[in-house]
Structures are given as structure tokens and as C-alpha cells.
T-cell receptor, first 116, second 117 residues
Framework: AQSVTQLDSHVSVSEGTPVLLRCNYS??????LFWYVQHPNKGLQLLLK??????LVKGINGFEAEFKKSETSFHLTKPSAHMSDAAEYFC??????????????FGKGTTLSVSS | AAGVIQSPRHLIKEKRETATLKCYPI?????VYWYQQGPGQDPQFLIS???????DKGSIPDRFSAQQFSDYHSELNMSSLELGDSALYFC????????????????FGAGTRLSVL
């Protein structure tokens, strides 16, 4: 069985400071991992994905994540937070096999607050 | 680029009524997924379809049913609605026949917010 654990339910940063959202995964094989962002009353937007290619993955809006198999982690980072980054962030795992219809399994989410 | 379209965006129903949610996947996508996100919760997988056949089943109540039509759009039918069904319902789509690095990348619609009174 696969699962993800987001280690922080809420992270607060100041504008211009680095962002770190932590995620650990559990899987019996090397999974596909994603980060999705959800702004208030909005849908889910894909930030970035890891699908067994490069371990350092760059996404949209300056976000990146590094897949570390030894630590079973896939932490999301950004060098400098912007007010518009305030949102709910979900770490997501899926089977690495290209099976049609395979469900995504979401973490509980981390709320990122950015203060000026 | 065209995205996943869900309708309606908002729906208000009474208990024991029925509701139908519609999802139009990204053009040429062959797989559709339904997720339910309760207030303050993470999205939970309900059901998926590939090429009009049910592919995977999650925590979908027996009161709910879904199907994918020949034009690949999907409908989620919900009967005997309960207060606890109030949630944001997301549809996502993906393309089965992708390059390896595109495995199971699901693109989400904006969701349908269902309120059961």
C-alpha cells in the first residue's frame, strides 16, 4: 500500500523568505510523486511531478522538489515566498506503472501562510 | 489549452434528492477520475473510468453511480443525498497512452461544490 505523510499541517513564512513543505512517502516500489496546490475556493493545480526521471524536479512558480529514496522524502521548496503562494499544498503519490485509472492518494495537506 | 470542465460549479439540494454532476475531460484524454473533498479534508478517490469501462473503485457509496460515455465525458449520479455528501467534487482526466514520464498525470477541473440542506 502507498501513502504520503505531510509533516506540517500549517507553515507560516514571511514574504521573501524560503519555503519548505515536508512530505514523506511509503511505497513498496519507487512511486510517482506529485505536488498539487489549491487556492481558496479553487481547483487543484499540478505544481510538479516526479516519475523516475531526474530526482530534482522543477515546477511552476519557482517551486522545486527533490526525490530522496534513502529518506523516502519529497519535500517542496521555494527560495523566496510570494504573497500569492498562500494556499493549501498537497503531496500526492501514485503507482509508477502506467495503469489507466490508478487513483491518486493525497496527503492531508499543508496550509501555507505568507505574511508581508 | 483546454482544461477539464465540470458542471455545474455549484449545486444545492435537499436531503433524499438526487444530483448529477458532469465532467468533460481534456480533449483526447481517455481516463476520467472522480474525487470527493469534504470541508477541510484531502481529496478522496471515488471511481475512475478508462475507455468507458470502470477502471478503479475507491470509497464511493452504493448510492452513487458513474459512467463514461462514448464522447468520454462522465457523469456522477448521486441518489438519496445525505448531509454528509456536502463536499467539493473533483473530476480529473489523464491520457493512458503517454510517454513514460507522463505516467498517470491527472489534470483536475475546478470542481462542483455540492451543498445538501
Amino acid at each position: 500500500a502507498q501513502s504520503v505523510t505531510q509533516l506540517d499541517s500549517h507553515v507560516s513564512v514571511s514574504e521573501g523568505t524560503p519555503v519548505l513543505l515536508r512530505c514523506n512517502y511509503s511505497s513498496s516500489y519507487s512511486p510517482s510523486l506529485f505536488w498539487y496546490v489549491q487556492h481558496p475556493n479553487k481547483g487543484l493545480q499540478l505544481l510538479l511531478k516526479y516519475t523516475s526521471a531526474a530526482t530534482l524536479v522543477k515546477g511552476i512558480n519557482g517551486f522545486e522538489a527533490e526525490f530522496k529514496k534513502s529518506e523516502t522524502s519529497f519535500h517542496l521548496t521555494k527560495p523566496s515566498a510570494h504573497m500569492s503562494d498562500a494556499a493549501e499544498y498537497f503531496c500526492v503519490v501514485s503507482s509508477p506503472f502506467n495503469q489507466a485509472g490508478t487513483a491518486l492518494i493525497f496527503g492531508k495537506g499543508t496550509t501555507l501562510s505568507v505574511s508581508s | 489549452a483546454a482544461g477539464v470542465i465540470q458542471s455545474p460549479r455549484h449545486l444545492i439540494k435537499e436531503k433524499r434528492e438526487t444530483a448529477t454532476l458532469k465532467c468533460y475531460p481534456i480533449p483526447r484524454h481517455d481516463t476520467v477520475y472522480w474525487y470527493q473533498q469534504g470541508p477541510g479534508q484531502d481529496p478522496q478517490f471515488l471511481i475512475s473510468f478508462y475507455e468507458k469501462m470502470q477502471s478503479d473503485k475507491g470509497s464511493i457509496p452504493d448510492r452513487f453511480s458513474a459512467q463514461q460515455f462514448s464522447d468520454y465525458h462522465s457523469e456522477l449520479n448521486m441518489s438519496s443525498l445525505e448531509l454528509g455528501d456536502s463536499a467539493l467534487y473533483f473530476c480529473a482526466s489523464s491520457l493512458r497512452r503517454t510517454r513514460p514520464e507522463g505516467k498517470n498525470i491527472q489534470y483536475f477541473g475546478a470542481g462542483t461544490r455540492l451543498s445538501v440542506l
